[in-house]
């Protein structure tokens, strides 16, 4: 359960955390399982906070800072976190479905199994991410930066890819049916046994890939760079 007292100093507003944190910088902040669905907690100060099974849906964290963050578990359902910082964020399994992560830096971030459903991702910065499990179905990832990302085994259908960045990344076992990859660059990527039934491929780039065993029923490649 969440320290009381940190809850009740989050509640007099972020103008009053952030002081209190500046004062406090020593104290380890706990907020486990803390219900702030729905708070206004832009550019809030959470870094080095414990937010594992915290209930942050809904919220407003635009610039917030998250850095070294624990939110693991967590539900971050349809929050804003638009120019967030999340550098060494811990998101193993967290709900994310919904968000605003556009343009995000989540560069080497540990999101395996995490539900991005349905998010806005777009221009968001992924690099050597860990995203193996992860539900990206239905999620907007145009313009993104993925290269050297862990995508094994992720949910990726329907996504909407046009015009990202996949260059070097991992994505053995990965699910992209219906997926838009218009003009993606996948060049050097690991693709075997990934599925992309009914995929677009458009002046996509697949070269120097391993497609050893990949699925493309319905798909036309020969727009593609190979």
Same mark, same amino acid.
């Given at each position: 359960?969440?320290?009381?007292?940190?809850?009740?100093?989050?509640?007099?507003?972020?103008?009053?955390?952030?002081?209190?944190?500046?004062?406090?910088?020593?104290?380890?902040?706990?907020?486990?399982?803390?219900?702030?669905?729905? /708070?206004?907690?832009?550019?809030?100060?959470?870094?080095?906070?414990?937010?594992?099974?915290?209930?942050?849906?809904?919220?407003?964290?635009?610039?917030?800072?998250?850095?070294?963050?624990?939110?693991?578990?967590?539900?971050?359902?349809?929050?804003?976190?638009?120019?967030?910082?999340?550098?060494?964020?811990? @998101?193993?399994?967290?709900?994310?479905?919904?968000?605003?992560?556009?343009?995000?830096?989540?560069? /080497?971030?540990?999101?395996?199994? /995490?539900?991005?459903?349905?998010?806005?991702?777009?221009?968001?910065?992924?690099?050597?991410?860990?995203?193996?499990?992860?539900?990206?179905?239905?999620?907007?990832?145009?313009?993104?930066?993925?290269?050297?990302?862990?995508?094994?085994?992720?949910?990726?259908?329907?996504?909407?890819?046009?015009?990202?960045?996949?260059?070097?990344?991992?994505?053995?076992?990965?699910? @992209?049916?219906?997926?838009?990859?218009?003009?993606?660059?996948?060049?050097?990527?690991?693709?075997?046994?990934?599925?992309?039934?009914?995929?677009?491929?458009?002046?996509?780039?697949?070269?120097?890939?391993? @497609?050893?065993?990949?699925?493309?029923?319905?798909?036309?490649?020969?727009?593609?760079?190979?």
């Amino acid at each position: 359960m969440a320290n009381k007292e940190h809850v009740l100093q989050l509640q007099k507003g972020v103008s009053s955390w952030n002081f209190w944190r500046s004062q406090s910088y020593r104290i380890q902040i706990d907020l486990i399982e803390a219900d702030l669905a729905y /708070a206004e907690v832009s550019k809030a100060d959470f870094s080095g906070a414990d937010l594992s099974l915290a209930n942050l849906g809904g919220a407003n964290l635009i610039g917030a800072n998250l850095r070294e963050a624990n939110l693991t578990l967590a539900n971050l359902s349809g929050a804003n976190l638009s120019l967030a910082t999340f550098q060494d964020v811990t @998101l193993c399994m967290t709900n994310l479905s919904g968000t605003n992560l556009s343009l995000a830096n989540l560069s /080497a971030v540990n999101l395996s199994l /995490a539900d991005l459903s349905g998010a806005n991702l777009s221009g968001a910065v992924l690099r050597n991410a860990n995203l193996m499990g992860v539900n990206f179905s239905g999620a907007d990832l145009t313009n993104a930066d993925l290269s050297d990302a862990n995508l094994c085994g992720a949910n990726l259908n329907g996504a909407n890819l046009s015009n990202a960045s996949l260059c070097e990344t991992e994505l053995s076992g990965a699910v @992209l049916r219906g997926a838009n990859l218009t003009k993606v660059n996948l060049s050097g990527a690991i693709l075997r046994k990934t599925d992309f039934n009914g995929a677009k491929f458009k002046d996509a780039d697949i070269r120097n890939t391993d @497609l050893h065993a990949a699925k493309f029923d319905g798909v036309h490649l020969e727009n593609a760079k190979r």
